[in-house]
């Protein structure tokens, strides 16, 4: 089945840096990717997403590109707050053995921003 | 403001009580899913359900059972429970084709530990 790789954290950041967390996948056909994020006591919460080759989600200052040629949707963000700091999962779309559609999901990056 | 959610956020049993963990959403979504989310391996699909009394096992069903008898409710069950199913459960819900333009919402968790 599908799979995603994902960057291994912890991560911790100051104010204002550049933030990138990597992620790969592994599929066959043309899956949807996305990044989630889970605030502190919270579930997750879609971030942003991509449907096809090329296309760049974006929401909140973070951006990803779905590069179809390097199997890669990497998370970037030009200047994190310490409100950012988060579990980050990227996840793409998956389907089941009788054919159902589910999400598949890395194992998460933690991000800590300290002021 | 779309919701899903979990009877509790926290729970602790013994081991081999008889779990139910009860997820409710109010969005008249057809696909709902239970996760498990541990430390380094991330979410982990234990069941999903695409419709009511409809169900699919994920990667993960051994020990869960899982019922839906109405389309807003699905519950998760762990017949006896163990030690190694201690864990943070996410139940989330969706659309159909969750992997294309479609977001999975999900609720706030039940962290159950097992003594």
């Known amino acids: 089945g599908n799979s995603v790789t994902q960057m291994e954290g912890p991560v911790t950041l100051s104010e204002e840096a550049f933030l990138t967390i990597n992620c790969t996948y592994t599929?066959?056909?043309?899956?949807?990717l996305f990044w989630y994020v889970q605030y502190p006591g919270e579930g997750l919460q879609l971030l942003l997403k991509a449907t096809k080759a090329d296309d760049k989600g974006s929401n909140k200052g973070f951006e990803a590109t779905y590069r179809k040629e390097t199997t890669s949707f990497h998370l970037e963000k030009g200047s994190v707050q310490v409100s950012d700091s988060a579990v980050y999962f990227c996840?793409?779309?998956?389907?089941?053995?009788?054919?159902?559609?589910?999400?598949?999901f890395g194992t998460g990056t933690r991000l800590t921003i300290i002021p | 403001d779309v919701k899903v959610t979990q009877s509790s956020r926290y729970l602790v049993k013994r081991t081999g009580e008889k779990v139910f963990l009860e997820c409710v959403q109010d969005m008249d979504h057809e696909n709902m899913f239970w996760y498990r989310q541990d430390p380094g391996l991330g979410l982990r699909l234990i069941y999903f359900?695409?419709?009511?009394?409809?169900?699919e096992k994920g990667d993960i069903p051994e020990g869960y059972s899982v019922s839906r008898e109405k389309k807003e409710r699905f519950s998760l069950i762990l017949e006896s429970a163990s030690t190694n199913q201690t864990s943070m459960y996410l139940c989330a819900s969706s659309l159909p084709k969750t992997g294309y333009n479609t977001e999975a919402f999900f609720g706030q968790g039940t962290r159950l530990t097992v003594v």
């Open positions: 359900s695409y419709d009511v009394k409809m169900k």
């Open positions: 599929a066959t056909g043309y899956p949807s």
């Open positions: 996840a793409l779309s998956d389907r089941t053995n009788f054919g159902n559609e589910k999400l598949t």
